[in-house]
């Protein structure tokens, strides 16, 4: 079992920047894959970053590139999400997830990740 918790979560404006962390505890090894997913009211849970095999391979969403950095900390088994130029649109709950991917496996799917944090609100004012 791994356990996640994220923090960071918070109310800022447009434009602002946000840091989210989750911290892993657990059978850690268990993983080779960490992400963010995030879900606004009365839509799906959609993919934001994540970040796979010790750090080496990233991959965002088409709507938070160049805008989300997605990095982690292996001694502390932390993943952050550095979030900038914050847009109300950005306004969900962001859940952290860990799972085992294989190479033919999308890190984008929710499906590929077996633990899931509580979530942390993070809503971006106008």
């Known amino acids: 079992q791994v356990q ?37 009211p009365g839509k799906d849970r959609e ?8 750090g080496g391979i990233t991959v965002y969403a088409d709507s938070v590139r160049g805008r989300f950095t997605i990095s982690r900390d292996n001694a502390k088994n932390t993943v952050y ?12 709950v962001y859940y952290c997830a860990a799972g085992k991917i294989t190479i033919v496996d999308s890190p984008r799917s929710p499906r590929n990740y077996a633990y899931w944090g509580q979530g942390t609100q993070v809503t971006v004012s106008s």
């Open 81 to 92: 999400l550095q979030m900038n130029s914050l847009k109300p649109e950005d306004t969900a």
């Open 47 to 54: 993919f934001v970053a994540s970040i796979c095999w010790s």
């Open 4 to 40: 996640l918790v994220e923090s960071g979560g918070g109310l800022v404006q447009a434009g602002g920047s946000l840091r989210l962390s989750c911290a892993a505890s657990g059978r850690t090894d268990s993983s080779n894959c960490m992400a963010w997913f995030r879900q606004a």
